[in-house]
C-alpha cells in the first residue's frame, strides 16, 4: 500500500558510506538532494559528504559519478534519516545537522539533461481521463531474490510479471490513477520503475507525491536513484 498525500516529502536522500582500506572516500555519510521539475522530472544533484575528521564537504560531480562505480557503489548503503543520526553520532559527529543546515553544504550542483517528453503510444488518454504521461525511475546496485520476493508481496503482483518485469503494482489517488512496472536495464546491475499515471482533471498533484513513495520504497530496499526521466 502506498500513502496517499498530496505532495511528496522534500527530506533528504541519506546514505551510509562503509569503510574501505585505502579509498580516498572512507567511512562516512552522504547526503543528496535531486532538484525536480514540477513533474518530478530530475534537473540535477546535489550533494555533501562527512568523514571524521575531514568535515562536510561538496562534490555533486562525484556523488553523480559514484554510481557508476561498482566498487564505491557497494559501500553506499541507503538510509533514513534517524539510521543516518545514529552512525553520525557513532563515529564522532554529534549531533547530525537539520536539513536546514545540511542543505548549505551543497555547494555546487551538477545537471541532469532533461529532454522533452516522447509522445509514444496513442496520443489521447483512455475515456475518462484528461492525460497520460509515462515515467522512468532508474536505479543502480541490485536486488537480492528475497527483496524482489518482498516488493511484489508489497504491490500484489500477481502472475509472472509483465513485459520482462519482476513486480508490477496498481493504485488509485486523488484524480489519478497508477501502474508499474519493475525490470532490469541496461547491461550493468541497474533497474528501471516503469510508472504510468492517467490524470484526471485536477489530479495532476498525485503525481509527484506517488512517484516520490514508489522511489523512497525502493530506497528502502537498497537501490540508490539515478534519476527519473518522463516519456509521455
Known sequence: MIID??????????????????????????????????????????SASWTPGGGWWSSAALSLGLRADPAVLARVVPTGPAEAADAYRRLGGGELPSEVVLRTYFRDHQPIAVAAPLRLGPSRPPDGFSEQRVYRVLFAKDLRAEQVAA???????????????????????????????????GHTLAWGLDVTALVRIGGAD???????????????????????????
Open 5 to 46: 498525500r498530496p505532495r511528496p516529502s522534500r527530506t533528504l536522500d541519506y546514505h551510509l558510506v562503509l569503510p574501505a582500506p585505502g579509498d580516498p572516500i572512507g567511512a562516512g555519510i552522504l547526503v543528496e538532494e535531486f532538484t525536480r521539475q514540477e513533474d518530478f522530472c530530475a534537473t540535477g544533484l546535489q
Open 151 to 185: 516488493l511484489r508481496r508489497r504491490w500484489r503482483t500477481t502472475g509472472g510479471g509483465t513485459a520482462g518485469s519482476v513486480a508490477d503494482g496498481r493504485h488509485d489517488s486523488g484524480g489519478a490513477r497508477f501502474s508499474w512496472h519493475l525490470r532490469r536495464v
Open 206 to 232: 498525485a503525481v509527484p507525491a506517488i512517484l516520490a513513495d514508489l522511489t523512497n520504497l525502493l530506497r528502502q530496499h537498497g537501490l540508490v536513484t539515478v534519476t527519473t526521466e518522463r516519456f509521455a
